[in-house]
């Protein structure tokens, strides 16, 4: 009951205030899988195990939605340890917390998530430290390459 609590308060909490990104822009996580962002939220507060994080006042919590796209014939993997938002300061911000496919049984610890062959998979990752809520989320660091994302 408490995971499927977590999962409607991750939802909605997502859709409070979303950035209108370019979702048909497909970047390059590796030379077998492609990516995009589907959506970009921000939230006041997100939920880890039995804890609460809030956001100072004027700050949020950015929740990326990905779509991951294995162009390949083999299993392949995506590690959030690798996948950061770039500020406009230049600092890194973590992944914290990542969602796959918005399944109740998603560790959300997890960081690495395995996407099947010729298979997409969406992920929903949080990130912190917060940001200023009237942040635009511009450039995201992938494998140590840096994305400029696309809007409308």
Same mark, same amino acid.
């Given at each position: 009951?408490n995971?499927?609590l ?9 859709t409070i205030?979303?950035? =209108? #990104? ?6 390059? @996580?590796?030379?077998?899988? !492609?990516?995009r962002?589907? &959506?970009?939220?921000?939230?006041r507060?997100?939920?880890?195990g039995?804890?609460?994080?809030y956001?100072?006042?004027?700050e949020r919590?950015?929740?990326l939605?990905?779509e991951?796209?294995n ?10 340890? =690798? #996948? ?6 230049d @600092?890194?911000?973590?992944? !914290?917390?990542?969602?796959? &496919?918005?399944?109740v049984?998603?560790n959300?610890?997890?960081l690495?998530h395995k996407?099947?062959a010729n ?5 929903i ?9 009237t942040?635009?989320i511009?450039?995201?660091?992938i494998?140590d390459?840096?994305?400029?994302l696309?809007?409308?």
């Amino acid at each position: 009951m408490n995971k499927l609590l977590l999962l409607g308060l991750l939802l909605f909490s997502t859709t409070i205030s979303a950035q =209108k #990104i370019d979702k048909n822009q497909w970047y390059i @996580y590796s030379d077998a899988v !492609e990516f995009r962002v589907v &959506n970009v939220g921000k939230s006041r507060f997100y939920e880890k195990g039995n804890t609460t994080y809030y956001a100072e006042k004027g700050e949020r919590f950015f929740k990326l939605i990905f779509e991951f796209k294995n162009k390949t014939s083999e299993e392949q993997e995506i590690d959030f340890e =690798k #996948i950061f938002i770039l500020d406009p300061d230049d @600092y890194l911000h973590n992944a !914290e917390q990542v969602l796959m &496919n918005l399944k109740v049984t998603t560790n959300p610890y997890k960081l690495q998530h395995k996407i099947k062959a010729n298979k997409k998979r969406k992920i929903i990752a949080v990130f912190v430290p917060p940001l200023p809520k009237t942040e635009i989320i511009k450039r995201l660091v992938i494998n140590d390459e840096i994305y400029e994302l696309d809007y409308n």
